[in-house]
């Protein structure tokens, strides 16, 4: 029995409903009625050649889902452990080339290979690379969230930037970029993915010119 719905695991005993009954527990006889078997095969998790469980249905240029078997924009590779220098350089790339959903990847990897002094920045610049994606994506109220999140991560760092993060100008432009989703929204929905689907920077609705994440040298 279990008494939070929302968990596919009983609290009690650990059982995952998912993978058939408990041990020792009565089964009915005869096979299980053919819906059930394709509803237990539709909860399989997808995993990536390592066996992490990873989704594996194709993305769009934004990082949105499509249906399986369409041809999708490849993800950035999962677990890349980078140096600082290097995270910042190939984020600000992606951010460049109009994929912040990849970029937020990269950082999302420097954020959990950090060390616990760093890790709320890095954190922080992923949710930015998020909630541009959402703006991207036409979620203009989601993006501006998200942007405003990722600001309250990096304040703390401003008077003292590591790896020459432009803490001041990334906050700075995440709070003017927010206000200006918010009063030009188009409100909490996503427009439809598709394979190459993104919104060019800068026009009304999309993503903003990609902001520099390294003052000047």
Request: hydrophobic share 30%.
């Amino acid at each position: 029995m279990r008494e939070d719905p929302s968990r596919a695991e009983c609290e009690h005993c650990g059982h995952d409903s998912r993978t058939g009954p408990p041990a020792g527990a009565a089964t009915p006889a005869g096979p299980p009625p053919e819906t059930a078997r394709a509803r237990a095969g539709s909860r399989r998790r997808d995993r990536d050649p390592e066996g992490k469980a990873r989704n594996a249905r194709p993305r769009d240029g934004l990082g949105r889902p499509l249906p399986y078997g369409q041809e999708g924009v490849a993800r950035q590779p999962e677990g890349v452990v980078r140096t600082p220098a290097r995270s910042l350089e190939e984020a600000q790339r992606l951010l460049d080339e109009g994929m912040p959903f990849h970029a937020h990847e990269v950082l999302e990897d420097a954020w959990k290979t950090a060390p616990e002094a760093e890790a709320a920045l890095w954190k922080g610049l992923a949710q930015l690379a998020v909630g541009i994606t959402h703006l991207a994506r036409g979620n203009a109220r989601g993006g501006a969230r998200l942007l405003l999140r990722g600001t309250g991560g990096i304040e703390p760092y401003r008077s003292r930037p590591p790896h020459g993060i432009d803490v001041a100008g990334l906050a700075d432009w995440a709070r003017t970029t927010a206000d200006a989703a918010e009063e030009a929204g188009t409100g909490g929905k996503e427009q439809p993915a598709t394979r190459n689907s993104q919104t060019a920077p800068g026009t009304p609705g999309g993503a903003p010119a990609a902001p520099r994440l390294r003052g000047p040298a």
